[in-house]
């Protein structure tokens, strides 16, 4: 993978070089360190003061309780519940159109086709429409139009919508690695295409199919915009019951409770508990796609 | 059975691969649909109508001047266009001051009668009220009720859309937001990205890229609700420290956030872009004596320019539409920013903060759609504007 050359370390120079060149290269890449370093402490910085700050309220009540006295005590559990169904809702909508869609872009449409090109193009530009852009859309569509009001399912639609240009391109880089020569081999046994596709292709794709799908997991996870008017609710303390009921969602909570609650002060903590719970789920979908991913390069390496 | 089944997945699969287009011509369909409603809606409230005196010759108002008639920042009918009279503002709940609780009787019957006479007797008033509350022919004069125009909305500098009896919604302060907000964060993000993503091409060694890289992903996976949510409760109060501000909550504020948040996508892409940057360029270059520096400043980033050009409008695009982020530390006042340390609003966040009170089918709600028309249209020309870039980058070494 890695085509990085190895040229001589940054700090040897050839003796002809004169010092006015030495000079300016020992400063350049000292501020691309200096730089990348800075980063890297914004990163701990944030991470640092949410946890520092969350990890005092986080506790067995406060995650499994719901909120009382108007919101400024107990537990943030249907937010966690309403997060968790709406990556499950949207998870339902995007992974099958996407995966469907990936193969179709890398197994079917011509390389140099127009479909190809359109499609790609659409699917780009699907990616940059910002996250407020799909609430209206949801709003108009899903809770206006079809009439399902402010729902469950009306924000998995909508967030499902957003993820799919991830999952498509997703698929579409797993599948493109694949090295023609295993189709080719599949077909010369009588295989049908779809064959091929179903038990050949798919398999040795999954892998990475599966590290990107957990990803955009962890991007709806957060997501606030789209479900502002399609889904979520201020204060809902009980668990959903059907599709069609609103439900509490983490961000949207954090939002709500750290700009206008009734009594900010009181709800700091719960703030606070919330925005680390919402770290804690990034993380961990960013550290189990992190081993999955070297876990299957592993075991394919071995292959 | 086979040969059906094979065909049938086969139209599945394609029906499949154009559902994003799909999307997106709803997206555009539907947002259209809401926003071009806008302009069939009237000036003036619905149901309401502004009564004038006879002798008064105005006949026309735009929002802007009825806004500013019953703001009494114009106090004199010759500013606009009439006779040199001193004006005076009538509305419904005034009648109070005019009339005694027995004189309207119990349920207004008689207010409709006694505004209209009221008006009558006065040259320089205007008076606004409900249509069905007047007489049959009272002999006054009204102001003509045009449909909202696209120029009033479009060039409008006031965002005013819950004003009576004439909403204000000029975009212009919310896009100058948008824009100024937008700017600031790429010009402090732009130093950032660039280095970073040279050090991590170029100059780390495989190790601390191997650090860098998760980092960078891990930064770009927080949700905007944090970033928000910290921005609001750490770069807020410093900042209205260090500049002893009023408010901390400023366009700079959202800046400094939306620059952490634009700095993974220019670092990933523009990163991506000098690794793929041939080998042989590399190579003749060192070859020719130039050190690691003269290489990478000289032929690795100008041969690699349109994919760190791509990078950076992509994080143009991200900062555009960023929505809650920018809601929570921009103060959003709906004025043009004459300076960065002053609260501003932006498209999205304004999108965010009214569509929940806007009543579904009016003016307001029809507003809000139309600025998510603007913000999709612009994200769209960014978007492809990234294409353009790209492909022909793609071009020069393929």
Redesign the interface.
Known sequence: M????N??P?SV??K??SRR??R??TV??A???V??L???L??FA?LG??IWKGAGVLSWDFLTKAPSDGMTSGGIFPAIVGTLLLMLGSAAVAF??GI??G???N???SKTGW?VK??R??????S??????????G???FV??LGFGDSIIAGSLTLG?LS??LV?RTTEEALKDIPDGIREGSLALGA???QTIWKVVLPMGMPRIITGLI?SL??V?????PI??TCAAYFFPQLPTSVFDQCMAL??H??VI??SGTDIEAQQPI?YGT?LV??LI??I??LVA?FLRRYFEKRLKIK | M?RF??RA??W???A??????L??L??IA??F??GAGLFSERVIEDGYVLALNRENTVKELSAAEIKAVFDEDVTNWNELGGPDMAIETFRLEDADDYFTEEQLGPQYENAGSLIAALVESRPGMIAFIPESMLPEDPSLNFIKDKTISPGEVLAGSEWFPTATPAPLFGIWPLLAGTLWVSLFAILFAL??GI??A????E??S?RVRNI?K??????N??????????G???IVPLLQQVFGLPVGESGLAGSIVLA?MA?PTIVTVAEDAM?NCP?SL??AS?AL?A????T??RVVIPASMSGIASGVV?GI?RA?????AV??VTGNAAVVPTSILEPLRTI?AT??AE??EAP?GGAHYQS??LL?VI??FI??I???C??YISSRSKAKYN
């Open positions: 890695d085509t990085k050359m040229i001589q940054a120079f050839p002809g070089y060149k030495r300016s290269q350049a890449f501020v691309f360190r730089l990348s800075f980063i890297v914004i990163l944030i003061f949410i099958p159109i469907m869609s193969v179709y872009m197994e079917y449409a479909a359109f499609i193009l659409m699917t780009n530009n699907l940059g429409v910002p996250s407020i852009v799909f609430g209206l859309f709003m108009a569509l206006k139009y919508l799919l240009p498509i049908t295409k779809l990803l962890g991007r996870s957060g997501e606030t915009a502002l008017f961000p949207y954090l939002y750290s700009t703030a925005a919402l770290i990034v993380l979908i960013s992190g | 086979k089944l094979e997945v086969k599945l699969l394609t499949s691969g154009f559902v994003t287009s999307v997106i709803l997206i539907f947002l649909a809401e130093p950032f280095s970073i040279v050090y991590m091409a100059v780390a495989g860098l998760p980092i960078i992903e891990l930064l996976g927080i949700p905007s609700v944090v970033y928000g949510f910290f609001l409760i750490v952490i700095l690794r080998r590399r190579e060192l004596g050190t690691k520096w003269q990478i400043s992509l695009g555009i539409g960023e929505t809650m809601l929570m999205p999108i965010a569509l929940g579904a809000l759609f998510g913000l999709f994200t769209f960014i978007n492809l990234v294409e």
